[in-house]
């Protein structure tokens, strides 16, 4: 590792596994979404190219924000980490007075032609300032007050915002993620299973707390009885027809833009997307874009190891999570492994504070990956 002066130097190239794998996922997209999109596009706004032409912009943004942040030293995160969770929680907070509802739930602020969803953020921003305080403390970990308390803080802040919002699928990704980097941090293990098996207790009774919550893990364990059989039958149907559209593809699917079951999931050109890529691209389409994820996490943990510092491998660490995270649970929900909840596939589905966030967050990746020497330069 070279140093001047106690600086780390960059002396590698980005890793191109990582930025090739991000690229041809986005790429992709743009075919995915403009065919899932098509007929709901033309119904509501009398072109099917409206959402395509939206994602387009959303993914060109995206490209730019992870070149851009791939140039940036990743240090900078050491001294700006604490005032943008700051302000992640405050846009978390602004939701609750003048957020945007959308089926049942309070998720997104619009400013003017520009729609955010302040999780997507905080997703991030968490996952930052847990890298910079476990690299920062370190030598300290065990002291309960100066260290765990800290962390708890801000993870309960995040988790607790987002499940008011009522999003209980997100708030368990989070809190799922920050769990394994505070494990992966060496925190203490009492510390680590007394706050796990708390958060879980807490979480199941969450989740029992809403009828709608009950009715989904009813539907997925099949429970049904006389008095249920109608609401489950609506809870399953998007599940049921993305199923369907799975098995219809079988290993070679029925071919781009030919997609049948596009007419029948509703905005199938977001959460279950995967479903119509199932559907067009069979079963060898589907595999290849979880190929694709899984070289972006093998990269990104290989990052993480090589990294020159605690903070770059924390921070890769914690990016490579979020996105592994996501793009498995959506997988699981699209292919029935996993109760129905709307979480979108990472720089698949169509969504612009998703993936734009997401592309900034790779690119930080990939300049840990730079300072990593993980792509050596021959000079």
């Not at 140093?3 to 090739?20: C, Q, S």
């Not at 959303?58 to 030293?73: H, Q, T, Y």
């Not at 008011?164 to 920050?178: A, E, G, K, R």
Request: charged share 10%; aromatic share 16%.
């Amino acid at each position: 590792m070279l140093m001047n002066d106690n600086k780390i130097l960059r002396h590698g190239y980005v890793d191109w596994y990582v930025l090739i794998g991000v690229i041809s996922l986005m790429f992709s997209s743009l075919a995915f979404v403009y065919s899932a999109s098509s007929n709901f596009a033309m119904n509501k706004s009398g072109s099917s190219e409206a959402i395509f032409w939206n994602h387009v912009i959303r993914v060109g943004l995206a490209i730019i924000a992870m070149l851009a942040f791939s140039k940036i030293d990743y240090h900078w995160i050491e001294k700006f980490s604490k005032p943008i969770l700051i302000l992640a929680i405050g846009l978390l907070i602004y939701v609750f007075f003048d957020g945007v509802q959308a089926k049942g739930a309070t998720r997104w602020i619009h400013f003017g032609f520009v729609s955010f969803q302040p999780s997507e953020l905080a997703k991030f921003t968490l996952v930052f300032h847990l890298a910079v305080m476990l690299s920062q403390k370190k030598n300290y970990l065990d002291d309960f007050w100066m260290s765990f308390i800290p962390m708890m803080v801000w993870i309960v802040s995040v988790c607790v915002l987002i499940a008011l919002q009522p999003n209980f699928s997100t708030m368990m990704v989070i809190f799922t993620l920050s769990m394994s980097m505070l494990f992966i941090g060496k925190l203490k293990l009492r510390y680590f299973a007394g706050v796990t098996v708390l958060g879980l207790v807490c979480a199941f009774f969450y989740a029992i707390s809403a009828p709608y919550r009950m009715n989904r893990f009813k539907g997925y364990l099949g429970i049904v009885n006389s008095d249920s059989s109608n609401v489950l039958s609506n809870l399953n149907y998007q599940l049921n027809q993305g199923l369907i559209g799975f098995g219809v593809g079988k290993y070679f699917g029925v071919g781009i833009g030919n997609s049948i079951q596009r007419k029948y999931i509703p905005e199938p050109y977001g959460d279950f997307i995967y479903a119509i890529v199932g559907e067009e691209y069979g079963f060898v389409g589907a595999a290849l874009i979880l190929i694709l994820f899984g070289l972006i996490i093998w990269r990104g943990f290989k990052i993480s190891k090589l990294s020159p510092d605690e903070l770059g491998k924390y921070l890769s660490v914690g990016i490579t999570l979020s996105i592994g995270l996501y793009a498995i649970a959506n997988a699981f929900v699209t292919t029935g492994l996993a109760p129905t909840t709307g979480l979108p596939m990472p720089f698949v589905s169509y969504g612009g504070s998703s993936i734009i966030i997401s592309g900034m967050a790779v690119g930080v990746l990939l300049n840990i990956s730079q300072y990593s020497n993980i792509m050596p330069r021959n000079n």
